[in-house]
């Protein structure tokens, strides 16, 4: 009954905003090749294929005009658009038991260096699986186009990862997405 829950809740995703579960999509595929190096066991990669997928699902509970925006957000868009972790985190713990997926949703703008949103966790209180959809939430943001810019560099995204690698991400994460593309596994 669960996992029809969660596929209505998919459903409805992709009814709401498409763009938001392809990039879900891709966050899974990513993350879930990241988890498969790490040794997560399939449990585990089950956890990190939906939690990937419904990772921004908090943003269609927001108004499209805000999360579709094309120029810069005001300050009170800045302040809506920073709620979609905690308006997803309570609607997956609506919806599911087990709380990875919803932690995962409520954690994913988390970093290592506290300076993230919503609560500004250090980097032993970010759920390992967290961890993973943050640094795949940045490289497919980053060569995804936006609607407020163009798709950057394959290359652009692994130098911010690098760079910040163990400040803002987990750093044995980004060794793992760092030697995909060493090895050509990530395209762009």
Do not use: W
Not at 61 to 87: M, S, T, W, Y
Not at 118 to 131: H, M, Q, T, Y
Not at 178 to 188: T, V
Request: glycine letters at 8%.
């Amino acid at each position: 009954m669960e996992d029809l829950r969660l596929l209505f809740l998919i459903t409805k995703l992709l009814g709401k905003n498409k763009p938001i579960l392809e990039h879900g999509r891709r966050v899974a595929k990513l993350a879930c090749a990241i988890g498969e190096t790490m040794k997560y066991c399939d449990a585990g990669l089950e956890h990190i294929r939906f939690a990937a997928i419904v990772h921004d699902i908090g943003k269609t509970r927001l108004l499209a005009d805000i999360v579709n925006k094309p120029g810069a957000l005001d300050e009170n868009e800045r302040v809506l658009i920073r709620r979609h972790p905690e308006l997803g985190y309570r609607l997956l713990k609506f919806v599911r038991s087990d709380l990875i997926v919803a932690e995962v949703a409520l954690q994913h703008h988390e970093r290592m260096d506290g300076s993230g949103y919503p609560f500004g966790l250090k980097a032993k209180d970010i759920n390992p699986v967290s961890r993973i959809i943050t640094v795949c939430d940045v490289i497919d943001t980053m060569v995804s186009p936006q609607v407020y810019r163009p798709a950057l560099s394959m290359d652009k995204a692994l130098e911010e990862i690098a760079k910040n690698s163990g400040s803002l991400y987990d750093p044995k994460v980004a060794d793992v997405i760092l030697a995909f593309g060493k090895k050509g596994k990530l395209g762009g």
